[in-house]
């Protein structure tokens, strides 16, 4: 059945059957008359406003006969005072609104469905992101409904050329998505590109939201482990990036956005280097380069000087390991990057009251007794402490696990072959960067490579508002 046939028990009948009100007790419907017509309206309990729902129904109950136009388009003007309403021509159609809380009218003598979008989800307060935390800025951050994402943005940028298109995806989720851009500014290309690969997709649900679009858009390179998508949940980060030509897609109850294309320079930016001076940004923005440098190189480095120690000369003899090794530096360096990460996830399954006798545990046992008991020397655990403590100067946990595992076949690759084994692994992490492309196409290290001058300036130190807008 695609179109509606004007045979009112019909109707009602199809749509009890396909939407089996007799086996989902949150599925209501109420049969009434309206205007001297029999009618029933459709919809989901606990997702629709009951004061709009309960007004309706009265003032439908109030209509006579000879109020009711005789086209369906005449009903919505006279008799629709409700802001958000439309016409549906096709039962599956219907179907889909009323599941997506939409609730939904059928008149007698009528071949068209009334829909009426007085839904309601529920929804957590907006708040800080737990992991977008700035030092100084907005607050607030996406939630897992997608309107009061959509309204986040909308109330930084009030231009009519940002644009919220909505697209679905997933054959039986069919969950909502917003490509959120701005008209004069989004490369009209790439943006019909993504388009066209949501429009492609035929999985049967996005289960995980914006990982499960990740992975549809995307498919080359997948054993590249630096990240093609910059994700936040930051509005202020997503409006911003949107007024740079990016295109923000935005997928029904996540509470974070996608940001189309992105770069590593993307990547490693942060909404706290814009909400301080432009000193202070462009520190905070250096000491995130540094400290990322240096988490990837520092342990497989000072594996290679452990290997020969000569090469230091007296005056860094110092860092030299002056106890026994045990266990081979390579091993330490393993057991304790899986120890932080199983640390990582025991603190995300444990009840915030343990939370803080967890890390003392943790601090005092792998901090004090495993150096005792011979396990590991107290330069590797104070290298790997520094390498932890690295991975939270910045937002992305994907370029966090990347740099993780660059580190781990450099770490390999230095223990079997030394100083080439060092270089060769080197070589491989500048390789995995500068081959990884964004789903646009674009390079990687743009605007490195092609270079461009002022957008590199830009991205490398933070610029006065005035003077950015000059660049573009």
Not at 124 to 134: A, I, L, N, S
Not at 211 to 227: D, I, M, R, T, V
Not at 321 to 341: G, R, S, T, Y
Request: aromatic share 12%.
């Amino acid at each position: 059945m695609t179109g509606l046939k004007e045979n009112f028990e019909e109707s009602v009948a199809y749509f009890n059957q396909t939407l089996r009100v007799d086996e989902n007790f949150d599925v209501l419907y109420h049969v009434f008359e309206m205007g001297g017509k029999k009618a029933c309206m459709y919809f989901i309990d606990g997702m629709v406003k009951d004061e709009v729902i309960q007004k309706l129904l009265q003032y439908f109950f109030s209509l006579k006969a000879e109020d009711m136009p005789e086209k369906i388009h005449g009903v919505l003007k006279k008799f629709m005072p409700y802001a958000e309403v439309d016409l549906i021509e096709s039962a599956e159609e219907a179907v889909r609104n009323i599941l997506a809380g939409i609730p939904c009218l059928i008149l007698e003598s009528y071949s068209k469905v009334i829909s009426i979008d007085a839904r309601t989800y529920p929804a957590r307060g907006v708040e800080e992101p737990e992991k977008d935390k700035v030092m100084r800025g907005s607050r607030d951050g996406f939630v897992e409904t997608l309107v009061f994402n959509t309204a986040l943005i909308r109330r930084r940028i009030r231009d009519p050329r940002l644009t919220m298109c909505i697209m679905e995806a997933g054959t039986v989720s069919h969950t909502d998505i917003v490509l959120c851009y701005m008209e004069d500014r989004v490369e009209k290309k790439f943006l019909e590109e993504v388009k066209r690969r949501i429009s492609k997709i035929t999985v049967e649900s996005l289960t995980m939201n914006q990982q499960s679009l990740a992975e549809c858009l995307y498919h080359g390179k997948w054993y590249n482990p630096f990240p093609k998508f910059k994700f936040s949940e930051r509005p202020d980060t997503a409006a911003a990036a949107a007024l740079e030509g990016d295109i923000i897609v935005l997928v029904d109850n996540s509470p974070s956005a996608m940001i189309l294309p992105t770069t590593i320079f993307d990547i490693v930016e942060e909404a706290d280097d814009y909400y301080f001076p432009p000193i202070t940004g462009t520190y905070l923005r250096m000491t995130r380069f540094l400290t990322n440098f240096l988490a990837l190189f520092l342990t497989p480095a000072f594996m290679l000087f452990m290997q020969h120690p000569e090469w230091l000369g007296e005056r860094w003899q110092f860092i030299v390991v002056k106890e026994p090794l045990n266990i081979p530096l390579l091993w330490q360096f393993l057991i304790l990057e899986f120890a932080l990460d199983g640390l990582r996830l025991a603190s995300l399954n444990t009840p915030s009251m343990l939370s803080l006798p967890l890390s003392v545990i943790a601090g005092v046992i792998i901090g004090d007794f495993t150096v005792q008991s011979g396990w590991f020397n107290s330069e590797a655990m104070l290298y790997m402490s520094f390498v932890a403590i690295a991975n939270y100067t910045q937002v992305s946990l994907e370029l966090g696990y990347a740099l993780k595992f660059m580190r781990i076949i450099l770490l390999f690759l230095t223990h079997c072959f030394g100083l080439w084994g060092f270089l060769a692994g080197t070589l491989l992490d500048i390789l995995a960067i500068c081959c990884n492309k964004t789903i646009g196409g674009r390079s990687y290290l743009y605007p490195l490579v092609p270079l461009k001058p002022k957008q590199l300036l830009q991205r490398v130190f933070r610029v006065t508002l005035p003077h950015s807008e000059n660049q573009k």
